[in-house]
């Protein structure tokens, strides 16, 4: 569903992301774990056009989109929840999730997203920086399911989240996938979300893959060791 080649980006004379290779099956929800500043955001941002890439190419579904900007990346499939949420505060949650809505050319918020997310259509008035941590959270995620994507990128869902609600967001991201039939990447620094919701677990170094284990058989201490500072 997502194919990412030779991909690499960098800020000036510093390459952060160098010659990266990743494939993410239908129905997979991948987790890029590794420690801050390892490379992980500007592997997110790159992906859904935020951050200039230097080479390579990334294709969704077969078609290549790496010449795409990031509203052509969203209409073509690609969604996006970004680190620390960036819900507008001073919107309503419905209104939220309409912003979304544009990019598809859609104006009502479909009964399916609220049918998932049921406090979201509780608080549809409310603003959405009266949520909490969590319902922020959810509401990201649902202003970006709104655009239909094909494939979901979370970047660091958990930062800021109490650890009871960590779970829940794992529960979430499983349910989307099975519900929807979309593939989920999401980059990570906590282990037992990531042992939670990821069917495979790739570790980042200094811009590069370095580890990869299926879910199923994941060797923690090992990953572990990785995230260690």
Known sequence: MLSIKHHSVAYGQSTIIDDLNLEVAENE????????????????????????TKGGEVSLNGKNISNLKSFQRVRAGIGFVPQGRMIFPTLTVRENIETALAAVGEKKVPEDLYEMFPVLKEMQNRRGGNLSGGQQQQLAIARALATRPKVLLLDEPTEGIQPNIIKEIAQTLKRIRDERGLSIVVSEQVLSFVMDAADRILVIEKGAIVHEESR???????????LAV
Do not use: H
């Not at 199923?216 to 990785?226: L, N, R, T, V």
């Open 29 to 52: 929800i991948v987790a890029v774990v590794g420690r801050n500043g390892m490379g992980k955001t500007t592997l997110m941002k790159s992906l859904v056009g935020m951050t200039p």
């Open 216 to 226: 199923a058989g994941a060797d923690q201490d090992k990953i572990a060791s990785y």
